[in-house]
Structure formats: C-alpha cells, structure tokens
Nanobody, 115 residues
Framework: VQLVESGGGLVQPGGSLRLSCAAS????????MSWHRQAPGKERELVAA????????NYADSMKGRCTISRDNTKNTVYLQMNSLKPEDTAMYYC?????????WGKGTLVTVSS
C-alpha cells in the first residue's frame, strides 16, 4: 500500500495550492479518503474527508469555504484544492485511506504560507 502526496510548497498569504495523493496497492474506490494536517507543536487534525463513492464530504470548520476535496477513482487519486491560504495553514498535510479496520497514511507534503 502506498499513498504519495504532492503539490505542497511555499505560497503567499491569499494564494492557492492543489494537493494530490496518488494511491496504489489497494482497491482505492472502496476506501474513504481524507486529508489531515499537523502544524509544528500541534496535534494532527482532520482537514477534509470524502466517502468511497465521493457522495459524502466533510470539512473541518477551519478550512470550510476555503478548500475542496475531490477524488478520481479512475486515477486512484484524491485532491485537496486550498484557496485563500493563511499563515496558520502552514503544516504538513497527510493523505489517509480508511475502510473498516484498515487505515493507511502517506508521508505528507509540506505547505508553507508566508510572505
């Protein structure tokens, strides 16, 4: 099982980034997918989640209205479009897949929001 995040980087406040998570080694379309983040000195928190079919989506209050999670089950990829980024969005962003007792994490991609 592999989850490989990409798309992180340095962006100015107010900017946008699109994160991608490419999955392999499992039946992607039967797993729920989510994005989480962990800022220095803070606990890891949920950013957004999408059900296996894409029909159910949930956002953390901190990012609601500023991000969109989507998935392409034909490409085994989940995306996180983030807009109006703030310095407090600076964190390592992780991709996660879950189904019942199965739980997999990627290694993360760093997002830094700074002028």
């Amino acid at each position: 099982v592999q989850l490989v995040e990409s798309g992180g980087g340095l962006v100015q406040p107010g900017g946008s980034l699109r994160l991608s998570c490419a999955a392999s080694g499992f039946t992607f379309s039967s797993f729920a997918m989510s994005w989480h983040r962990q800022a220095p000195g803070k606990e890891r928190e949920l950013v957004a989640a999408v059900s296996s079919s894409g029909g159910l989506i949930n956002y953390a209050d901190s990012m609601k209205g500023r991000c969109t999670i989507s998935r392409d089950n034909t490409k085994n990829t989940v995306y996180l479009q983030m807009n109006s980024l703030k310095p407090e969005d600076t964190a390592m962003y992780y991709c996660r897949s879950t189904r019942g007792g199965e739980d997999y994490w990627g290694k993360g991609t760093l997002v830094t929001v700074s002028s």
